[in-house]
């Protein structure tokens, strides 16, 4: 079973340009949830998505932040325009259920934007 | 508002002896946690969960013990490997409302051959 996948590993963008994260989940998992750690910090929560539906986007940060899930299969973050603090590494996850289940996570996308 | 906090950001143990890594929560709504553990340029790997219901989780070297009253859990390793040198983070879910999980800041525990 392939596991979860993002796409880049790595971007390096300056301030004002457009960068799109992906993510494939695991192959069933309805529940896809995108996170942020910025270094030394906590793995901050974005949002949460359950099949194509966005069931919590409280942990956006502004309008420049844009999440998709068509489809209810991958999904994509697209920040425009990226910022200086918007530098850090994007996780991705995925579960088959909602409740007391463990989440699988990708590799992680590494931003930098300068 | 950290509602999980892991105060202790690093730990240095001996191989062969235990490991505690301890984190604090503040709501009364989480019901499931978790423990991550995590290597550099890698995901978060699932370490072993335990439901509000219990006190105590065992996997092989794993052990998670939950003291609701005190809203704290903590993660034994026994014994301590050098492959077990990595960042530990704890993360907790609600029964309820959102279902998304917090996460704490993580301890970089190393593990000295």
């Known amino acids: 079973e392939a596991g979860v996948t993002q796409f880049p590993s790595h971007s390096v963008i300056e301030k004002g340009q457009t960068v799109t994260l992906r993510c494939d989940p695991i192959s069933g998992h309805d529940n896809l949830y995108w996170y942020r750690r910025v270094m030394g910090k906590e793995i901050k929560f974005l949002l949460h998505f359950v099949k194509e539906s966005k069931q919590d986007e409280s942990g956006m940060p502004n309008n420049r932040f844009l999440a998709e899930r068509t489809g209810g299969t991958y999904s994509t973050l697209k920040v425009q325009p990226a910022e200086l603090e918007d530098s850090g590494v994007y996780f991705c996850a995925s579960s088959r259920g909602l409740l007391n289940e463990k989440l699988f996570f990708g590799s992680g996308t590494q931003l930098s934007v300068l | 508002d950290q509602q999980v906090k892991q105060n202790s950001p690093s730990l240095s143990v001996q191989e062969g002896r235990i490991s505690i890594l301890n984190c604090d929560y503040t709501?009364?709504?989480?019901?499931?946690f978790l423990w991550y553990k995590k290597y550099p340029a890698e995901g978060p790997t699932f370490l072993i969960s335990i439901s509000s219901i219990k006190d105590k989780n065992e996997d092989g070297r794993f052990t998670v013990f939950l003291n609701k009253s005190a809203k704290h859990l903590s993660l034994h390793i026994v014994p301590s490997q050098p492959g077990d040198s990595a960042v530990y983070f704890c993360a907790a879910q609600p029964t309820s409302g959102t279902y998304k999980y917090i996460f704490g800041t993580g301890t970089r525990l190393k593990v000295l051959a």
């Open positions: 709501n009364s709504m989480f019901d499931y």
